[in-house]
Structures are given as structure tokens and as C-alpha cells.
């Protein structure tokens, strides 16, 4: 989904009500594209579980995801 499909996906869990798990494994979101889903986990509290596995999120998107959780 690339970064700008991450940044949608953003949007959509800014407002997230029901969603609990997201498995992104795979779709090389990028430092960018984490930051992006970062700023939307930092006000969403029903998502529980996020796997961002083997998407190229390097040490600046983990930092990002870090601090927003």
C-alpha cells in the first residue's frame, strides 16, 4: 500500500471505533508512511494489536510509532 495507502488508512483510524487488530505485514509503508499511522494511534484507543512487519519503517518510523504509543 506504500505510504500514501498508509496515510489513507491513517485517516480512517484517527476516528476508529470497532477495529481491535490490524495485520500490515508486507506493504512497505516507510518511515513515512508509520509516522503517518502514528499520528492516528496517538488518539486512537481501540486498536490493541498493529503488526508492521517487513515494511521498511527503519529506526525513525519505530521512533515515531514509539512515541505516539
Do not use: D, F, H, Q
Not at 480512517?12 to 508486507?26: H, R, V
Not at 481501540?46 to 518510523?61: D, F, Q, R, V
Amino acid at each position: 500500500i506504500g505510504a500514501e495507502g498508509a496515510a489513507r488508512l491513517a485517516g480512517a483510524l484517527a476516528t476508529n471505533t470497532t477495529l481491535t487488530k490490524l495485520y500490515l505485514w508486507g506493504n512497505n509503508i516507510g518511515a513515512e508512511g508509520a509516522a503517518r499511522l502514528a499520528e492516528a494511534l496517538a488518539t486512537n484507543t481501540t486498536l490493541t494489536e498493529l503488526n508492521l512487519g517487513s515494511n521498511n519503517i527503519g529506526a525513525e518510523g519505530a521512533a515515531r510509532l514509539a512515541e505516539a504509543l
